[in-house]
Every structure is written in C-alpha cells, then in structure tokens.
C-alpha cells in the first residue's frame, strides 16, 4: 500500500523553526519526486518546495526561498522540509504529495493534478 505521512507541525512563534517529515512507503524515492504543498483557509493550496531525491534538485516558491529547505534520507525513505524564519502568513496545513519522476520538470513544482499520492496533512500555526 502506497502512503505518504506528514508530522512535525505544531505551533511556533514567528521568526521560530520547525521540521516536517514525510514518510513514504509503498514505493521508493528513486521513482518519484516529492513536493510540498500548504492550504490556508479560505485559499488555494499553493506549491511550496519539491525535491529529486536522487540528485538534490529543488524548487522553492518565491514565498519560502531562503526561508524554507527540503532534504531527504533515502535510506529512510523521507523528506524533510526545513522551516525556519517563519511568519504568521506561513500558517496552513501541509501536505506532501508524490509525482512520477517522468512528469517531473526539473525546478518547477508541476501541475497538482501531476500528482499521484498525497499525504493527509499536518497544521502549522505561526502566531505573531
């Protein structure tokens, strides 16, 4: 059974970190690249970072670039996205999701549609 799960969020301070993990099994890192993605009330889920596991490519949006990093252990089979500097305007739920390496472009985050499996979530909560 394929599964992605998400923890690690929580409530932080602004200006605070936080780590979150995606845990993947079912499949390997190899085949697939995995994004992250976050949901504010009231918005669209919106594209955040992804990551090659298998070379280090990523992709930062804009609003995270410098802020935010993605990593991975293959040899655990997870990602890790690293949160630091973080502003109340971070708040939202996060998700990772898994997209087929061959639908991938490197350095974009991809149509969500692209994307095959998705993690149930996890709240952070960035208070001012």
């Known amino acids: 059974e394929v599964q992605l799960v998400e923890s690690g969020g929580g409530l932080v301070q602004a200006g605070g970190s936080l780590r979150l993990s995606c845990a993947a099994s079912?499949?390997?890192?190899?085949?697939?690249?995995i994004g992250w993605f976050r949901q504010a009330p009231g918005k669209e889920r919106e594209g955040v970072s992804c990551?090659?596991?298998?070379?280090?490519?990523?992709y930062y949006a804009d609003s995270v670039k410098g802020r935010f990093t993605s990593s991975s252990d293959n040899a655990k089979n997870t990602v890790y996205l690293q949160m630091n500097s973080l502003k109340p305007e971070d708040t939202a739920v996060y998700y990772c999701?898994?997209?087929?390496?061959?639908?991938?472009?490197?350095?974009?985050?991809?149509?969500?549609?692209?994307?095959?499996?998705w993690g149930q979530g996890t709240q952070v909560t960035v208070s001012s």
């Open positions: 999701a898994a997209i087929p390496f061959h639908l991938w472009v490197v350095h974009t985050m991809g149509s969500l549609e692209s994307y095959d499996y």
């Open positions: 079912g499949f390997t890192l190899d085949d697939y690249v």
């Open positions: 990551i090659d596991s298998s070379d280090g490519s990523t």
